[in-house]
T-cell receptor, first 116, second 114 residues
Framework: GAVVSQHPSWVICKSGTSVKIECRSLDFQATTMFWYRQFPKQSLMLMAT?????????EQGVEKDKFLINHASLTLSTLTVTSAHPEDSSFYIC????????????FGPGTRLTVT | KNQVEQSPQSLIILEGKNCTLQCNYTVSPFSNLRWYKQDTGRGPVSLTI?????NTKSNGRYTATLDADTKQSSLHITASQLSDSASYIC?????????????FGTGTLLAVQP
C-alpha cells in the first residue's frame, strides 16, 4: 500500500524559533498533499492543501505567513512553523493523494510539536 | 452545513466482544465515506472506503455498512482485540471537484479491556 512518512516524529523547540516538518510519499507520486492539525481529543482540522509546483491554499483562520508550505516535488511537502509559540503545540499530520481530496488520502504518522 | 457526527463518543468493551460504531452525516451529495482507525499519537489508517452505491464493505474483522437514503453508516468490529483500542473516525468526501475537502467526524474512542 501507499506509504507516507513524516520527519521528525516529534520535536521540542523554544518559543520564537522556526520548525520544519517534512512529509514524503515513499512509493507513489502525490499530486496533492494536505496538512492537518489535531489538538488532544479533537478530530483533524485541515490547515492547507498544496499541489505540486503551485502555492498552497490555506483554510480560513490559518496564517499563511506563519505556516509556510512548500510542495517542490511530487514526493515531498514541507510545513514550516515560523516564530513558534506555545499555542502552536499540536499534532501535525500530513496526507498525500494521487489527485485531490476525493481520491484516497494516505496519512503520515504525524509529528508532535511542543513549543516551550 | 456539511457535518459528520459519530456515536458514542467513547466505548469500553471486553476483549472478544463485538461492537458497533455509528456515523450520521449531512453531506450531500457525497462521493465516498471512509472509516479510519487512529492509534494514539499516530496518523489515521484507512479501514474501508465506500461509494454511495455500496452497502457494505469488510476488512478482516471490520465491517462497514452504508445507508445512503438515511445518511447513516456503521462500523462493526467482531471479536475485539486489545489492539483495536483506538479512535475510529468516520470521514465523508463531498462529490465533485478535485479540491473538495474531507469532512471529518469527531471520532469514537474505543477501549478494549482484557
Amino acid at each position: 500500500g501507499a506509504v507516507v512518512s513524516q520527519h521528525p516524529s516529534w520535536v521540542i523547540c523554544k518559543s520564537g524559533t522556526s520548525v520544519k516538518i517534512e512529509c514524503r510519499s515513499l512509493d507513489f507520486q502525490a499530486t496533492t498533499m494536505f496538512w492537518y492539525r489535531q489538538f488532544p481529543k479533537q478530530s483533524l482540522m485541515l490547515m492547507a492543501t498544496s499541489n505540486e509546483g503551485s502555492k498552497a491554499t490555506y483554510e480560513q483562520g490559518v496564517e499563511k505567513d506563519k505556516f509556510l508550505i512548500n510542495h517542490a516535488s511530487l514526493t515531498l511537502s514541507t510545513l514550516t512553523v515560523t516564530s513558534a509559540h506555545p499555542e502552536d503545540s499540536s499534532f501535525y499530520i500530513c496526507s498525500a493523494s494521487l489527485s485531490g481530496g476525493s481520491y484516497e488520502q494516505y496519512f503520515g504518522p504525524g509529528t508532535r510539536l511542543t513549543v516551550t | 452545513k456539511n457535518q459528520v457526527e459519530q456515536s458514542p463518543q467513547s466505548l469500553i468493551i471486553l476483549e472478544g466482544k463485538n461492537c458497533t460504531l455509528q456515523c450520521n452525516y449531512t453531506v450531500s451529495p457525497f462521493s465516498n465515506l471512509r472509516w479510519y482507525k487512529q492509534d494514539t499519537g499516530r496518523g489515521p489508517v484507512s479501514l474501508t472506503i465506500m461509494t454511495f452505491s455500496e452497502n457494505t464493505k469488510s476488512n478482516g474483522r471490520y465491517t462497514a455498512t452504508l445507508d445512503a437514503d438515511t445518511k447513516q453508516s456503521s462500523l462493526h468490529i467482531t471479536a475485539s482485540q486489545l489492539s483495536d483500542s483506538a479512535s475510529y473516525i468516520c470521514v465523508v468526501s463531498p462529490y465533485g471537484g478535485a479540491t473538495n475537502k474531507l469532512i471529518f467526524g469527531t471520532g469514537t474512542l474505543l477501549a478494549v479491556q482484557p
